[in-house]
């Protein structure tokens, strides 16, 4: 079943802007994972933030966590042309668990 | 390069054929899984394997038939498909979920059901 969802469903951005998305899920979760997929191509992991986590920084992207409200943003600062690509929330369904569910993911078009 | 290596990167089958995805990681990971990803659908768990055992078979019908010889090889055997079943099909790798390193991904094969 679905966990993880992600809003908007598609941004258009200019080069140069911030593009922020979010994703709102269901049940606890011991950790949770962004993923970038360009068109046709498999997912790149991006970031994984656990519980105990509130903030997260990789490069130009930084990742919040709010458990008490089931929900993580995913802030891309500066974006580029190359940014632009479906972007994915995951989480494993329970403790000890391998699955990871996906959401339908963000679209994120970066305008040069 | 991702170092989970899917082939092919593109299939296209008849409804009566029979064909085999592989996929192959040398990461030294021990979990391995296939996803469908289709049209405006999340992607779709459908087979996870733990130090080669499979664990999971997300109701996944049985012309799909998973085989993983050893923990470094997974291979999704295909027989008397429907058109529906086109998609992109991807293989990912774990070492763990705990381990804070994600999923690895191949690059996907895109399967053309005719």
């Known amino acids: 079943s679905q966990q993880g969802e992600e809003d908007p469903q598609a941004l258009s951005i200019q080069e140069g802007e911030n593009a922020t998305m979010n994703c709102s899920y269901k049940t606890s979760i011991n950790n949770l994972q962004w993923y970038r997929q360009n068109s046709g191509r498999g997912l790149v992991h991006l970031i994984l933030i656990r519980s105990n986590e509130r903030e997260k920084h990789s490069g130009r992207l930084r990742v919040t966590l709010d458990t008490s409200k089931k929900s993580s943003s995913l802030l891309i600062t500066a974006s580029r042309a190359a940014d632009t690509a479906s972007y994915f929330c995951a989480t494993p369904p329970g403790a000890g668990s391998y699955q990871l569910t996906f959401g339908k993911g963000t679209k994120l078009s970066v305008i040069p | 390069e991702t170092g989970v290596t899917q082939t092919p990167r593109h299939l296209v089958m008849g409804m009566t054929n029979k064909k085999s995805l592989k996929c192959e990681q040398h990461?030294?990971?021990?979990?391995m899984y296939w996803y469908k990803q289709s049209a405006k659908k999340p992607l779709e768990l459908m087979f996870v394997?733990?130090?080669?055992?499979?664990?999971e078979n997300n109701s996944v019908p049985s012309r799909f038939s998973p085989e993983c010889p050893n923990s470094s090889h997974l291979f999704l055997h295909l027989h008397t498909l429907q058109p529906e079943d086109s998609a992109l099909y991807l293989c990912?790798?774990?070492?763990?979920?705990?381990?804070?390193?994600?999923?690895?991904f191949g690059s996907g094969t895109r399967l053309t059901v005719v």
């Open positions: 990912a790798s774990s070492q763990g979920w705990d381990r804070g390193y994600g999923y690895t």
């Open positions: 990461l030294g990971h021990n979990a």
């Open positions: 394997y733990n130090f080669k055992e499979q664990t």
